[in-house]
Protein backbone atom coordinates (compact mmCIF):
# COMPACT_ATOMS: atom_id res chain seq x y z
CA UNK A 1 0.00 0.00 0.00
CA UNK A 2 1.30 2.83 -1.21
CA UNK A 3 1.70 5.92 1.73
CA UNK A 4 2.85 9.33 1.45
CA UNK A 5 3.60 11.50 5.09
CA UNK A 6 4.23 14.95 4.57
CA UNK A 7 6.41 17.21 7.29
CA UNK A 8 8.08 20.20 8.11
CA UNK A 9 4.98 22.27 8.43
CA UNK A 10 4.73 25.00 10.99
CA UNK A 11 3.91 28.72 12.47
CA UNK A 12 6.12 31.19 11.01
CA UNK A 13 6.04 34.83 10.48
CA UNK A 14 6.29 36.57 6.77
CA UNK A 15 9.57 36.73 5.18
CA UNK A 16 10.43 33.59 7.08
CA UNK A 17 11.53 29.99 5.44
CA UNK A 18 10.17 26.45 5.32
CA UNK A 19 11.35 23.41 4.30
CA UNK A 20 8.62 20.46 3.58
CA UNK A 21 9.63 16.97 3.40
CA UNK A 22 7.34 14.49 1.52
CA UNK A 23 8.27 10.55 2.36
CA UNK A 24 6.70 7.85 0.58
CA UNK A 25 6.67 4.20 0.85
CA UNK A 26 5.29 1.03 -0.23
CA UNK A 27 5.58 2.06 -4.36
CA UNK A 28 8.17 1.66 -6.64
CA UNK A 29 10.34 4.97 -6.83
CA UNK A 30 11.63 4.71 -9.63
CA UNK A 31 10.18 6.81 -12.36
CA UNK A 32 7.33 9.17 -10.68
CA UNK A 33 6.17 12.61 -11.18
CA UNK A 34 5.28 14.34 -7.35
CA UNK A 35 3.39 17.26 -6.68
CA UNK A 36 2.70 19.88 -3.63
CA UNK A 37 -0.34 21.30 -3.97
CA UNK A 38 -2.14 23.46 -1.29
CA UNK A 39 -5.71 24.41 0.09
CA UNK A 40 -6.49 26.84 2.24
CA UNK A 41 -9.65 27.95 4.16
CA UNK A 42 -12.68 28.71 2.00
CA UNK A 43 -10.42 28.00 -0.83
CA UNK A 44 -10.09 25.21 -3.82
CA UNK A 45 -7.08 23.14 -4.14
CA UNK A 46 -4.24 25.06 -5.82
CA UNK A 47 -1.25 23.79 -7.63
CA UNK A 48 2.13 24.45 -6.01
CA UNK A 49 4.76 22.44 -7.58
CA UNK A 50 6.06 19.47 -9.24
CA UNK A 51 9.67 16.80 -10.12
CA UNK A 52 9.54 14.38 -12.38
CA UNK A 53 11.93 12.21 -10.91
CA UNK A 54 13.32 10.56 -14.32
CA UNK A 55 14.00 13.73 -16.11
CA UNK A 56 14.81 16.11 -13.29
CA UNK A 57 11.52 18.71 -14.44
CA UNK A 58 10.36 20.85 -12.30
CA UNK A 59 7.46 22.90 -12.72
CA UNK A 60 5.79 25.81 -10.45
CA UNK A 61 2.73 28.00 -9.93
CA UNK A 62 3.47 31.63 -10.81
CA UNK A 63 2.65 32.46 -7.28
CA UNK A 64 5.25 30.85 -6.01
CA UNK A 65 8.12 30.79 -8.58
CA UNK A 66 11.47 32.48 -7.74
CA UNK A 67 10.17 31.66 -3.62
CA UNK A 68 9.81 28.00 -3.58
CA UNK A 69 12.16 25.36 -4.87
CA UNK A 70 11.24 21.20 -5.34
CA UNK A 71 13.97 19.04 -5.23
CA UNK A 72 14.67 15.21 -4.39
CA UNK A 73 16.26 13.87 -1.64
CA UNK A 74 18.65 12.18 -1.13
CA UNK A 75 16.45 8.73 -0.94
CA UNK A 76 14.76 8.10 -4.12
CA UNK A 77 11.30 8.07 -2.21
CA UNK A 78 11.65 11.36 -0.53
CA UNK A 79 10.89 14.78 -2.23
CA UNK A 80 11.47 18.66 -0.62
CA UNK A 81 9.75 21.46 -0.67
CA UNK A 82 12.10 24.92 0.24
CA UNK A 83 10.32 27.62 0.68
CA UNK A 84 11.56 30.96 1.17
CA UNK A 85 9.87 34.55 1.73
CA UNK A 86 6.81 33.24 2.63
CA UNK A 87 3.84 35.32 2.88
CA UNK A 88 0.26 35.32 4.76
CA UNK A 89 -1.66 33.97 1.49
CA UNK A 90 0.95 30.72 1.50
CA UNK A 91 -0.69 29.82 4.45
CA UNK A 92 -2.85 26.64 3.46
CA UNK A 93 -2.51 22.59 4.01
CA UNK A 94 0.10 21.45 2.45
CA UNK A 95 -0.49 17.73 0.50
CA UNK A 96 1.90 15.77 -1.79
CA UNK A 97 0.71 13.35 -4.28
CA UNK A 98 2.62 11.26 -6.50
CA UNK A 99 1.71 9.48 -9.65
CA UNK A 100 4.86 6.70 -10.95
CA UNK A 101 4.64 7.51 -14.30
CA UNK A 102 6.06 10.88 -15.76
CA UNK A 103 3.47 13.44 -16.27
CA UNK A 104 2.95 15.28 -19.37
CA UNK A 105 3.66 19.01 -18.45
CA UNK A 106 0.33 20.34 -19.40
CA UNK A 107 -1.17 18.02 -16.81
CA UNK A 108 1.16 18.77 -13.75
CA UNK A 109 -1.21 21.27 -12.27
CA UNK A 110 -3.97 18.69 -12.34
CA UNK A 111 -4.92 17.30 -9.03
CA UNK A 112 -6.48 14.57 -10.60
CA UNK A 113 -3.15 13.17 -12.95
CA UNK A 114 -2.24 11.73 -9.52
CA UNK A 115 -2.68 8.76 -7.86
CA UNK A 116 -1.84 8.81 -3.87
CA UNK A 117 -1.80 11.68 -1.58
CA UNK A 118 -0.68 12.56 1.80
CA UNK A 119 -2.55 13.51 4.95
CA UNK A 120 -1.48 16.95 4.05
CA UNK A 121 1.02 19.33 6.71
CA UNK A 122 -0.33 22.84 7.56
CA UNK A 123 1.45 25.84 6.96
CA UNK A 124 0.70 29.07 8.89
CA UNK A 125 2.37 32.60 7.87
CA UNK A 126 1.69 35.38 9.83
CA UNK A 127 1.57 39.14 9.10
Known amino acids: QVQLVESGGGLVQAGDSLRLSCAGS????????MGWFRQAPGKEREFVASISWGGGRTDYADSVKGRFTIFRGNAKNTVHLQMNSLKPEDTAVYYC????????????????????WGQGTQVTVSS
Open 26 to 33: GGTFSTYT
Open 97 to 116: AVRFVPIAQPFVATGSSYDY
